[in-house]
């Protein structure tokens, strides 16, 4: 089975900066692409930002210029780096993994951002 485990979510002030780590465990060859996502409380999940196997990535209007995927293929681990955090990311964050066992998804990690 495959297992996907998120970290570095927490509390920052507007302005601010956090990482997120996700690492996958189990048994996996080959991930077709890793993604983030976010659902804010009453809203709908939404997409990130999106790393695929060829290293090519892709973000959310929403922050362009702001947040950087990336990953380490020897770990099995996605990185979201959020700079310039506003309240309006305030959200859980969840990491996806694509593989050819289908889409498997993280528990989630809160980041509250104040201001």
């Known amino acids: 089975q495959v297992q996907l485990v998120e970290s570095g979510g927490g509390l920052v002030q507007a302005g601010g900066s956090l990482r997120l780590s996700c690492a996958a465990s189990?048994?996996?060859?080959?991930?077709?692409?890793m993604y983030w996502y976010r659902q804010a409380p009453g809203k709908q999940r939404e997409w990130v930002a999106t790393?695929?196997?060829?290293?090519?990535?892709t973000y959310a209007d929403s922050v362009k210029g702001r947040f950087t995927i990336s990953r380490d293929n020897a770990k099995n681990t996605v990185y979201l780096q959020m700079n310039s955090l506003k309240a309006e990311d305030t959200a859980v964050y969840y990491c996806?993994?694509?593989?050819?066992?289908?889409?498997?998804w993280g528990q989630g990690t809160q980041v509250t951002v104040s201001s």
């Open positions: 996806a993994f694509l593989i050819r066992s289908g889409l498997h």
């Open positions: 790393v695929t196997s060829g290293g090519s990535t």
């Open positions: 189990g048994s996996i060859f080959s991930i077709n692409a």
